[in-house]
C-alpha cells in the first residue's frame, strides 16, 4: 500500500511580506467592505490565526505565489506586519482553495462564540475583533434560546440571520420543528419567510397563544388565503417526506432498467424511429446524473 503524499509542508514558515506574490488583482473598493474590516480587525485584536497558503515560484529568487489569503496579506501590509507565517504547497497545482472550504454554520458560530465567552473572554472583545457592534454578540450568544432541540437539529448545518431565532421561539415546539421542516426543504431561511410562517400560524400553537400582528399590506382575506396555502403545503411535504424514499428507490431502478434496454442497439433505433417522443423521454431519464437537480 503506498502512502498519501501531503499536498504541503506540516510546519508553517514565515516569510517576509514582500516575498508573497497575489496571484489575483485586489477587487475595488475591497478595504470599505464588511469582510475585509472583520479580517483587519480580527489580525489587529488576536493576531493572524490562519497562515497563507503559498507555492514557490520556480527559478526565483525566494518569491512565493500566493494561493490562498488575499485579504489576509492586505490587512497584514495595512497594519504594518513585515512578515507572516505560510503553509507552503509542494505541487504547483493551481487549486482554489476556497472550494473546498466548508462554512461556518450559525449555530456552530453560537457555540464558538459561548465557549470563547466562558474561557475568559469579554463580548467586548470579541466584538471588536470581529469588527461587529456589542449587540450582534449577544444575539449570537442568545440565539437558541426558547428553541427545541428537534429544531436545532434541522438548522445546525445552515447559515441563516440571528434574527430567525427571534422568530422562531415565539412558536410551540411542534410548530418550530415544522417551520424549521419547512425553511429546509425550500432552502429559504430568510427572516421574512418565517415571519410569513409565523403569521400563518395559529394561535394556539403559539407562545401565550397570541396571534402576531398581520403583515403589512396584506387584507384580511389574503391572511386566510395565505393560512389555507400554508396548510396545504404542510400537508404535501409530509406526504412526500414519507413517499420520498420508495420513490428514490422506485427511479434507481426505472434508470438501470431503461439504461439496459437503450444499450441495445436495435432498440433504440426502433424506439428512435417510430417513438420519439418517448424515447426522449427514456434519454432524459438515463441522462439524469443526481436526483438533487
Not at 97 to 116: D, P, W
Not at 215 to 230: C, I, S, V
Amino acid at each position: 500500500m503506498t502512502g498519501v503524499s501531503l499536498g504541503f509542508k506540516l510546519e508553517p514558515i514565515a516569510l517576509r511580506l514582500d516575498q508573497v506574490l497575489p496571484c489575483r488583482k485586489v477587487p475595488t473598493g475591497l478595504p470599505a467592505s464588511r469582510k475585509y474590516k472583520q479580517i483587519r480587525a480580527s489580525i489587529d485584536e488576536v493576531g493572524l490565526i490562519e497562515p497563507l497558503s503559498v507555492s514557490p515560484v520556480p527559478a526565483s529568487d525566494g518569491q512565493y505565489l500566493l494561493l490562498d489569503g488575499h485579504m489576509r496579506l492586505i490587512a497584514l501590509r495595512d497594519l504594518g506586519h513585515e512578515s507572516a507565517p505560510c503553509l507552503v504547497a509542494t505541487d504547483d497545482e493551481a487549486y482554489t482553495y476556497n472550494s473546498r472550504v466548508n462554512r461556518l454554520s450559525t449555530i456552530q458560530e453560537h457555540f464558538m462564540i459561548r465557549r470563547a465567552i466562558a474561557s475568559g473572554l469579554s463580548p467586548q472583545r470579541l466584538a471588536k475583533a470581529l469588527c461587529v457592534d456589542i449587540s450582534h454578540i449577544t444575539k449570537k450568544t442568545n440565539l437558541l434560546e426558547g428553541i427545541c432541540q428537534e429544531a436545532i437539529d434541522i438548522l445546525k448545518d445552515r447559515q441563516f440571520s440571528v434574527e430567525l431565532g427571534r422568530v422562531i421561539r415565539k412558536m410551540k415546539p411542534n410548530r418550530q420543528i415544522e417551520c424549521a421542516e419547512l425553511m429546509a426543504s425550500a432552502n429559504n431561511l430568510t427572516v421574512s419567510y418565517a415571519e410569513a410562517l409565523l403569521v400563518a400560524t395559529p394561535a394556539e400553537m403559539l407562545v401565550g397563544g397570541k396571534r402576531p400582528m398581520k403583515l403589512a399590506g396584506a387584507t384580511p382575506e389574503q391572511m386566510l388565503k395565505m393560512e389555507r396555502e400554508m396548510a396545504n403545503l404542510q400537508t404535501q411535504y409530509r406526504l412526500v417526506e414519507h413517499t420520498y424514499g420508495q420513490d428514490v428507490l422506485n427511479f434507481v431502478l426505472a434508470k438501470g432498467y431503461l439504461t439496459k434496454l437503450l444499450e441495445n442497439a436495435r432498440v433504440a433505433r426502433y424506439l428512435k424511429q417510430q417513438q420519439p417522443e418517448v424515447f426522449e423521454q427514456f434519454k432524459a431519464i438515463v441522462d439524469f446524473s443526481s436526483i438533487d437537480q
